[in-house]
């Protein structure tokens, strides 16, 4: 009886310490993602950098501006993906370890 006890109980302090350990990561990633996020959001989705702003208050843009939009929509696209994967691979491993 004493060794089932003791078994049990040790099984019991190995899923405890498990647990611990899977919040602790889950929270690390969570600290990493919130850190990287805010210059993600001013750089890449800030209604300003993407020009969109004008576009929703009904105002009529040129070619030259469309195309203009276009290309810093590019540029942007091109500069912020880096980060966006980064970002994703985050969510992923929070997921994970949540799991």
């Given at each position: 009886m004493r060794t089932v006890a003791l078994s049990?109980?040790?099984l019991w302090t190995l899923a405890l310490a498990g647990c611990q350990?899977?919040?602790?990561?889950?929270?690390?990633?969570?600290?990493q993602y919130n850190a990287e996020?805010?210059?993600?959001a001013k750089d890449c989705i800030d209604p300003e950098t993407a020009g969109s702003?004008?576009?929703l208050t009904?105002?009529?843009?040129?070619?030259?501006?469309?195309d203009t939009l276009e290309a810093r929509k590019k540029e942007?696209?091109?500069?912020?993906?880096p980060q966006?994967?980064?970002?994703?691979?985050?969510?992923?491993?929070?997921?994970?370890?949540?799991?």
């Open positions: 049990l109980l040790l350990n899977k919040a602790e990561k889950v929270k690390k990633l969570q600290d996020y805010p210059a993600y702003s004008r576009m009904g105002e009529k843009l040129t070619k030259e501006e469309m942007r696209d091109a500069r912020c993906k966006a994967d980064r970002l994703a691979q985050l969510q992923r491993e929070i997921l994970a370890a949540q799991q």
